[in-house]
């Protein structure tokens, strides 16, 4: 507490692209390898990607190792965007004192998420569609062939209209809801929860680092699910008139997912999705506590 929201918006934001810069290389794998054998039974389809390391050494065969930082600007558009918004949300209410009831943390970091990943939409969508893009060999999911960010958005504006912008948003919105509530409420009790053992001093970096984290393997297990669901729907083909080829909606998508892919579907990618989330928790988070006192 103790900034203003306002500020809190500028330094969210900040926070949010530092950490999108060094953790996009683990974002490019992780939606490769959410997109990798979709709507196909285990087994039956070939796996140009396996595993975090082997897939990111994939991806610089196929793009180089420019390759790993793939929709880099229109991630740093979402950061930016969603971070700002929920970190300026939350810091209402906090001000708002709504935080200090019971279960106040978790509901406050719900909406604020919620209210970031609508307002981020459609960065995240662009920024799905280039990152999937590659060499036919090493093509998973849908292909767009953007040529840029700007091109994306001018080509799903000029086909679906500003509506088409933000397809795929009733993914988002439960996925950074989940993972925000999460993410705050573990990050907020962890980091006191250590202070108060003495483990580390109130304040110091290592009880935010502490706290970040925990948080981090918190957000991967919760947010997973989701996570793939958002993939799958930014990423599929759409009709002229913008309905999804492949899925109807978010229900749709869990359920063709976990009868055609089995449950362990909805986990796929999951070791990137930690070794992308754990840092980005951890810097994100870090950065926006220091930056506050600052």
């Known amino acids: 507490g103790g900034v203003p929201p306002a500020i809190d918006l500028v330094l969210g934001a900040t926070a949010g692209c530092l950490a999108c810069f060094l953790t996009n290389p683990l974002e490019v794998v992780k939606t490769r390898l959410q997109l990798q054998g979709e709507l196909q039974p285990p087994g039956t389809y070939p796996r140009p990607y396996r595993g975090v390391l082997r897939a990111a050494l994939a991806v610089c065969r196929a793009d180089g ?50 209210v970031g990943a609508i307002v981020g939409s459609p960065a995240y969508l662009v920024k799905t569609h ?41 993914g988002a919105v439960p996925r950074v809801a989940v993972g925000s509530a999460v993410q705050l409420a573990t990050f907020a009790s962890a980091k006191d929860w250590v202070c108060e053992r003495q483990w580390f001093r109130k304040g110091s970096w290592a009880a935010v ?78 950065f926006w506590d220091k930056l506050r006192n600052m």
């Open 65 to 114: 190792l420019r390759g790993l930082q793939k929709g880099l600007a229109a991630g740093l558009l979402y950061q930016g965007l969603m971070n700002g918004v929920r970190f300026y949300c939350y810091s209402h209410a906090e001000d708002a004192g709504w935080t200090e009831y019971p279960g106040g943390t978790v509901a406050a970091g719900a909406v604020a998420g919620a």
């Open 130 to 170: 280039l990152q999937a893009q590659t060499l036919s060999a090493m093509a998973v999911g849908h292909q767009h062939n953007h040529e840029s960010i700007s091109g994306a958005f001018k080509s799903i504006y000029q086909q679906h209209g500003v509506v088409g912008l933000w397809r795929g948003v009733t």
């Open 209 to 286: 680092l502490a706290g970040g984290m925990v948080s981090g393997v918190a957000v991967a297990v919760t947010m997973t699910p989701f996570d793939v669901i958002s993939t799958r729907l930014y990423n599929q083909p759409v009709d002229a008139d913008g309905t999804g080829k492949l899925y109807r909606g978010f229900l749709d998508c869990i359920l063709q997912i976990s009868s055609k892919e089995g449950l362990l579907g909805l986990y796929k990618g999951i070791g990137a999705v930690y070794l992308r989330l754990g840092p980005h928790t951890v810097l994100s988070l870090f």
